[in-house]
């Protein structure tokens, strides 16, 4: 049960508590699934726009390109931008229905369901598109007017002393560039949480993030350490668990009393459909720290087997995939449900507002206190 807030850096730590729901873990590996697929589809077609084939690209990444060095054509660039950005924003629709039924378990209802929190995401989501847009949209014009400012500069004398007349007002432009582009990072982290905890549009978005960058950027930092600590060792047991759990499937399954070695070229079979990347060599020693190297690597070649074997592998697959999912929304759930804590607390400080409080609790202490204020004018 969750305890009363402190409104303060104490909160922060529960939400490993509050992450592991499998509610939240629920959405979170459907919106983390939708937005793989999103992002390999178009990365996909970024690659072959660019020159590549698709069975070469099949042959390197299966499912999920991962194109690090790879070069793109304009409209591969194009592409593989649109796929990130896409992804970042079914990312961030699922945070926010995570946020949903955070909020709703942290004012009691525990029964809130998924279908709920993922209409409510659809229907009030949309100020997680339009509030960075809005603020990249200034900045884009920021940038227009630089350019026009340099392409002045090129009219022989006049230019030159407009352009100097006008350095000072571009540099102020410039600092103001590095602000705006601060308050779409405080935007995309708190957006859910505004729209979870109350009924904002895209100015209310606006505003809480510009406020918390302007008023309590120090708190939000703090508080960001502590939840990225806290999700870093709370993820960490789960991911060891999960890869313990395959582990032990593993070594039973492998034993020559059962499976045998059936099960090894059903594992290598699932394995090679794991992409290649060089990311995975770097996070080789976090991987091998949480003992789950052996089961996320790739094979090269595919193993000859019997199509009984081949078709079980693939589903075995499919399984690693989605053990993959649920160990990332784990993670996904706790950074979700701490930005909530973290947005609560701010605006308890912030503003003096507890948007745990029922309103019909302030409706009913309020008149209380305003009568017994008259009741105390009349003594006097």
Same mark, same amino acid.
């Given at each position: 049960?969750?305890?009363?807030?402190?409104?303060?850096?104490?909160?922060?730590?529960?939400? $490993?508590?509050?992450?592991?729901?499998?509610?939240?873990?629920?959405?979170?590996?459907?919106?983390?699934?939708?937005?793989?697929?999103?992002?390999?589809?178009?990365?996909?077609?970024?690659?072959?726009?660019?020159?590549?084939?698709?069975?070469?690209?099949?042959?390197?990444?299966?499912?999920?390109?991962?194109?690090?060095? *790879?070069?793109?054509?304009?409209?591969?660039?194009?592409? +593989?931008?649109?796929?990130?950005?896409?992804?970042?924003?079914?990312?961030?629709?699922?945070?926010?229905?995570?946020?949903?039924?955070?909020?709703?378990?942290?004012?009691?209802?525990?029964?809130?369901?998924?279908?709920?929190?993922?209409?409510?995401?659809?229907?009030?989501?949309?100020?997680?598109?339009?509030?960075?847009?809005?603020?990249?949209?200034?900045?884009?014009?920021?940038?227009?007017?630089?350019?026009?400012?340099?392409?002045?500069?090129?009219?022989?004398?006049?230019?030159?002393?407009?352009?100097?007349?006008?350095?000072?007002?571009?540099?102020?432009?410039? $600092?103001?560039?590095?602000?705006?582009?601060?308050?779409?990072?405080?935007?995309? +982290?708190?957006?859910?949480?505004?729209?979870?905890?109350?009924?904002?549009?895209?100015?209310?978005?606006?505003?809480?993030?510009?406020?918390?960058?302007?008023?309590?950027?120090?708190?939000?930092?703090?508080? *960001?350490?502590?939840?990225?600590?806290?999700?870093?060792?709370?993820?960490?047991?789960?991911?060891?668990?999960?890869?313990?759990?395959?582990?032990?499937?593993?070594?039973?399954?492998?034993?020559?009393?059962?499976?045998?070695?059936?099960?090894?070229?059903?594992?290598?079979?699932?394995?090679?459909?794991?992409?290649?990347?060089?990311?995975?060599?770097?996070?080789?020693?976090?991987?091998?720290?949480?003992?789950?190297?052996?089961?996320?690597?790739?094979?090269?070649? $595919?193993?000859?087997?019997?199509?009984?074997?081949? +078709?079980?592998?693939?589903? +075995?697959?499919?399984?690693?995939?989605?053990?993959?999912? $649920?160990?990332?929304?784990?993670?996904?759930?706790?950074?979700?449900?701490?930005?909530?804590?973290?947005?609560?607390?701010?605006?308890?400080?912030?503003?003096?507002?507890?948007?745990?409080?029922?309103?019909?609790?302030?409706?009913?202490?309020?008149?209380?206190?305003?009568?017994?204020? *008259?009741?105390?004018?009349?003594?006097?």
């Amino acid at each position: 049960m969750w305890h009363k807030p402190t409104y303060s850096f104490k909160d922060i730590p529960r939400a $490993m508590k509050l992450g592991f729901s499998a509610k939240k873990i629920w959405v979170g590996m459907l919106g983390m699934m939708l937005a793989a697929f999103f992002y390999g589809v178009f990365t996909y077609l970024a690659l072959i726009v660019s020159g590549a084939y698709f069975n070469q690209i099949w042959r390197i990444w299966h499912f999920i390109p991962i194109p690090i060095g *790879e070069s793109f054509n304009t409209l591969g660039y194009i592409l +593989f931008i649109s796929g990130i950005v896409g992804g970042i924003i079914i990312l961030l629709y699922t945070q926010l229905a995570i946020a949903k039924i955070t909020f709703e378990q942290l004012k009691g209802n525990e029964f809130y369901e998924v279908n709920a929190a993922l209409s409510y995401a659809i229907k009030k989501g949309s100020p997680l598109i339009f509030s960075p847009f809005t603020i990249l949209l200034i900045i884009i014009l920021l940038l227009i007017g630089g350019i026009i400012l340099g392409l002045i500069a090129r009219i022989p004398i006049l230019g030159k002393i407009i352009f100097v007349l006008m350095a000072p007002f571009s540099f102020f432009a410039a $600092m103001f560039i590095i602000y705006l582009f601060l308050g779409i990072i405080t935007t995309l +982290f708190f957006a859910p949480s505004v729209l979870s905890s109350q009924d904002a549009d895209t100015f209310d978005v606006l505003f809480e993030s510009f406020s918390i960058l302007n008023e309590e950027v120090h708190r939000f930092i703090f508080y *960001e350490i502590i939840l990225d600590i806290s999700a870093f060792i709370a993820s960490s047991i789960f991911i060891w668990a999960v890869g313990r759990s395959i582990w032990i499937m593993e070594k039973v399954f492998s034993l020559n009393i059962s499976f045998g070695k059936g099960f090894n070229d059903i594992e290598k079979i699932a394995l090679y459909y794991f992409p290649q990347s060089p990311i995975f060599a770097k996070l080789d020693w976090l991987l091998s720290f949480l003992k789950v190297d052996s089961i996320i690597y790739n094979v090269p070649e $595919m193993v000859h087997v019997s199509k009984e074997l081949y +078709f079980t592998g693939v589903f +075995f697959a499919v399984f690693l995939y989605i053990a993959f999912f $649920m160990a990332l929304s784990y993670l996904y759930s706790v950074l979700s449900s701490g930005r909530l804590l973290e947005y609560l607390a701010i605006a308890k400080h912030k503003d003096g507002i507890e948007y745990l409080k029922d309103e019909e609790d302030v409706e009913v202490i309020t008149p209380k206190k305003e009568q017994e204020g *008259e009741s105390k004018e009349d003594r006097d």
